[in-house]
């Protein structure tokens, strides 16, 4: 496509202002063995959204590459060896959005004709870069002197990518574009935040009339399935954590409130935690408004896991929170887990159901004991350690992304703040 041929011209010419020149990855430097590599932050001073060019929108992992969709483009890297793969830059101005995972060889990314709007769709192929189809979608600008910027929420639906933004939630075909429906909200209600499966979209409704309330959709159709009104007395929910039972918390205070409904958002159970929890989002920052919240919570079946709220250890300088489990249908606390160390656990993403247990990994920094990789028993809660990583691994994976497929574990951090590298790939062998 020409666009995309200029857009790469243009940022080639660029030179140091983008992270375009950021080299391929490091190979196996020093900890690290044959195999395992790495990538750096760009230094760019460029001026973009929020502090630099280092936020990821979206961190993806297919069978041959690990794919970080930033500011200034999509980039690919060989799974092997770290080389680049391949380079989309944003067709526009620049990206604003990503859906959080890939489906079917394909993504989506959002940007923006101009910095202070989000306002197209793009649909790529993971495999090649290649752009398959762009379009239009509703956005409001952000004012001259306004440093933040409303993003869509992007998701994934089965085929379908579902776009959530403040006055509607759409869907469209990831491999043409094509758009499969809208569902358009009351005057009075504003959508704050959606989840979605391949056989339901979940919604939350702020409403100036008639009360807030959870609404499920049919994915396929955006057909009303049914909705759950929300009582006055507790609001809008904090995090909406599934779609596929629908769940919502409450995370206020020293305990959370838990919300679980049916596929016709009726009540199954409502429950307390006797704990605080972390619903703090992995890829926030304070510059963008809308998007999806990756969270520290998982549900499998009918178990809720939850994190609790970091806590300073003995001695200080050290973060550290456990794994809390929930039965959904009865609300009761099956355990809190046990086994781990004096770290920060973040879960992986295994791309299955986690019939083995819980994968977590577990970190305390830079300069502390070495990460490991550890698996949680789903009927104990006891943590069994099933390997140690290189030292240089550790203070990346407290605000990323954590992949492992098939003997490899990916951490891609959504921001540079207290992390040196946008990728680390390591060679794991954990089944």
């Not at 940007?111 to 409001?140: F, N, R």
């Not at 056989?199 to 409403?207: E, G």
């Not at 489990?325 to 879960?347: E, H």
Request: net charge negative; hydrophobic share 40%; aromatic share 6%.
């Amino acid at each position: 496509m020409l666009f995309v041929a200029l857009g790469l011209v243009a940022l080639l010419g660029i030179g140091a202002g983008t992270a375009w020149f950021v080299s391929d990855g490091f190979g196996a430097g020093k900890e690290l063995r044959e195999g395992e590599w790495q990538v750096p932050f760009t230094t760019a001073g460029t001026e973009v959204i929020g502090n630099d060019a280092s936020i990821a929108f979206g961190a993806w992992m297919s069978d041959t590459a690990v794919i970080r969709a930033q500011k200034d483009g999509v980039l690919a890297y060989d799974l092997k060896t770290g080389k680049r793969a391949w380079g989309t830059p944003a067709p526009g101005a620049q990206l604003c959005g990503a859906t959080p995972g890939i489906a079917g060889g394909r993504g989506v990314v959002a940007y923006g004709t101009t910095t202070k709007i989000c306002d197209h769709l793009a649909g790529l192929d993971v495999k090649t870069g290649k752009l398959l189809w762009e379009t239009t979608i509703p956005a409001k600008a952000s004012a001259a002197n306004d440093k933040g910027l409303d993003t869509p929420g992007l998701l994934l639906a089965g085929d379908l990518t579902i776009v959530r933004t403040a006055e509607q939630v759409s869907a469209y075909d990831l491999a043409s574009g094509k758009k499969a429906w809208t569902s358009v909200t009351s005057r009075v209600c504003s959508t704050e935040e959606a989840a979605a499966s391949p056989r339901q979209v979940v919604v939350i409704l702020r409403c100036s009339q008639g009360g807030d309330r959870v609404v499920v959709l049919d994915a396929r159709t955006g057909g009303f399935r049914g909705e759950h009104r929300i009582a006055d007395d507790y609001g809008i929910p904090d995090a909406l954590v599934s779609a596929d039972p629908p769940v919502v918390v409450w995370g206020g205070g020293d305990r959370a409130t838990v919300l679980a409904l049916d596929g016709k958002g009726s009540k199954i159970r409502q429950f307390e935690t006797d704990e605080k929890i972390d619903l703090l989002p992995l890829n926030g920052t304070i510059h963008i408004e809308g998007g999806y919240q990756e969270l520290r919570t998982a549900v499998r079946g009918d178990t809720l896991y939850l994190t609790t709220f970091p806590v300073n250890t003995k001695g200080g300088g050290l973060s550290r929170d456990d794994v809390l489990a929930f039965d959904l249908k009865t609300g009761r606390k099956l355990w809190k887990s046990s086994g781990t160390g004096a770290n920060m656990l973040t879960f992986v993403d295994t791309g299955t159901a986690g019939d083995k247990g819980l994968l977590v990994m577990e970190e305390g920094g830079r300069n502390e004991p070495a990460p490991r990789l550890t698996r949680i028993d789903p009927a104990t809660g006891r943590a069994t350690p099933v390997t140690e990583l290189p030292q240089k691994a550790g203070g990346e994976s407290q605000d990323a992304h954590v992949h492992y497929r098939g003997g490899t574990l990916v951490i891609m951090p959504f921001e540079e703040i207290a992390t040196r590298f946008a990728v680390t790939a390591l060679r794991v062998e954990a089944e």
